[in-house]
């Protein structure tokens, strides 16, 4: 069974960079059936995408952030991480990372447990 | 781009059975597959119906998925109630700029 463990700091000064890396574990990161991938939920705006990226780290992002958000894949480690740059409170959330183990870029069937991540100086 | 527009909550007696809808703002509901996620308080939302009406394994057959062109709209049913069924549910879709769209949540009371 798949299982994913989002880690990193839990508070982030303002203008700085959001840095959280989910570990993947009952599976290779590099197997074919896998896109992996980053969502956030916030009480004001609800659950938003991020983006995804394939093991050969082909990546699909959310157009309205894509400026700031870098996803990036280290298959020896069997991790995949996040990177969101010049951060405010508004990127105050919790912070999953996901997987869709069909091949399908459209839909999360495994999740993290989640990480809440705080904006503040 | 376009919203999913979902009540904000809905509530229902056990044994009974409710439906939440998800109404696309613009363009055909069916031109992109519609998905549902529960999410319980303090867990991570879990994957309920997939393309519109299909199910994973381990989910029970209480809980199914429709779309209806007529009114735009897609719609997640669940019937013989339990309390374990209280929760939030989310609808999600894929827009044309490969970007992906939530509904904005319903929460179910089961009273």
């Known amino acids: 069974q798949l299982q994913l463990q989002e880690s990193g700091p839990g508070l982030v000064k303002p203008s700085e960079t959001l840095s959280l890396t989910c570990s993947v574990s009952?599976?290779?990161?590099?197997?074919?059936?896998?896109?992996w991938g980053w969502i956030r939920q916030t009480p004001g705006k609800g659950l938003e995408w991020f983006g995804n990226i394939y093991y050969t780290a082909t990546t699909y992002y959310n157009p309205s952030l894509k400026s700031r958000v870098t996803i990036s894949v280290d298959p020896s480690k069997n991790q995949f991480s996040l990177k969101l740059r010049s951060v405010t409170a508004t990127d105050t959330a919790v912070y999953y990372c996901g997987a869709n183990g069909w091949g399908s870029l459209q839909f999360f069937d495994y999740w993290g447990q989640g990480k809440l991540v705080t904006v503040s100086s | 781009n376009f919203m999913l527009t979902q009540p904000p909550s809905v509530s229902e007696s056990p044994g009974k059975t409710v439906t939440i809808s998800c109404t696309r703002s613009?363009?055909?509901?069916?031109?992109?597959?519609v998905h549902w996620y529960q999410q319980r308080p303090g867990s991570s939302p879990i994957l309920l119906i997939y393309?519109?009406?299909?199910?994973p394994s381990g989910v029970p057959d209480r809980f199914s998925g429709s779309i209806d062109s007529s009114s735009n709209s897609a719609s997640l049913t669940v019937s013989g109630l339990r309390t374990e069924d209280e929760a939030d549910y989310y609808c999600?879709?894929?827009?044309?700029?490969?970007?992906?769209?939530f509904g904005g949540g319903t929460k179910l009371t089961v009273l």
């Open positions: 009952g599976d290779s990161i590099r197997s074919t059936n896998y896109f």
């Open positions: 393309e519109d009406s299909q199910r």
């Open positions: 999600q879709s894929y827009d044309r700029s490969n970007s992906w769209v």
């Open positions: 613009s363009g055909s509901i069916a031109s992109n597959y």
